[in-house]
């Protein structure tokens, strides 16, 4: 039996986990998400690069987030230039983070970056413009 006036300190796991991930959806939630449409303008794909992205954000707090703890609410791919549209369209995705460690999700949005037309394809469309 220990002596008189001994302090006992406990640190409950609970506690802990949900003031690490408090962190971490703090972090998700106000960073704007950017994806290549090479890179990731498919459902599969884009899971795997949000994953890796929040990963590299939330490092510090101690969470790992696994591409299957992202739920991709809203998506719209990227469509890349071409003659008739030079920029494209870029794309967008909403989606929800949810660890099996908590009882709440983080939210957030991003976008899909198109890539422009290349510079021959308009150069092609002039000439076959101009030959016709």
């Known amino acids: 039996m220990p002596a008189s006036d001994v302090t006992i ?4 796991l609970k506690t802990y986990i949900h003031s690490r991930w408090e962190s971490a959806k ?3 939630e106000n960073n704007a998400f950017i994806v290549q449409q090479s890179s990731a303008n498919d ?4 899971h795997f690069r949000l994953a890796e992205q ?8 101690g969470f790992v987030i ?3 703890d992202i739920v991709i609410i809203t998506f719209s791919p990227a469509t ?4 008739d549209n030079p920029q494209g369209a870029n794309g ?3 989606f929800r983070v949810s660890p099996a460690t908590v009882n709440n999700s983080a939210y957030s949005s991003g ?3 198109a890539p422009p037309v290349a510079n021959e394809d308009i150069a092609m469309k002039i000439s076959s413009i101009f030959a016709g």
């Open 9 to 12: 300190t406990a640190t409950f």
């Open 26 to 28: 703090d972090i998700i």
């Open 43 to 46: 459902l599969n794909v884009l």
């Open 54 to 61: 929040i990963n590299k954000m939330i490092i510090e707090t």
């Open 66 to 68: 696994s591409p299957y």
């Open 80 to 83: 890349a230039g071409d003659a």
């Open 92 to 94: 967008y995705f909403e």
């Open 111 to 113: 976008t899909i970056i």
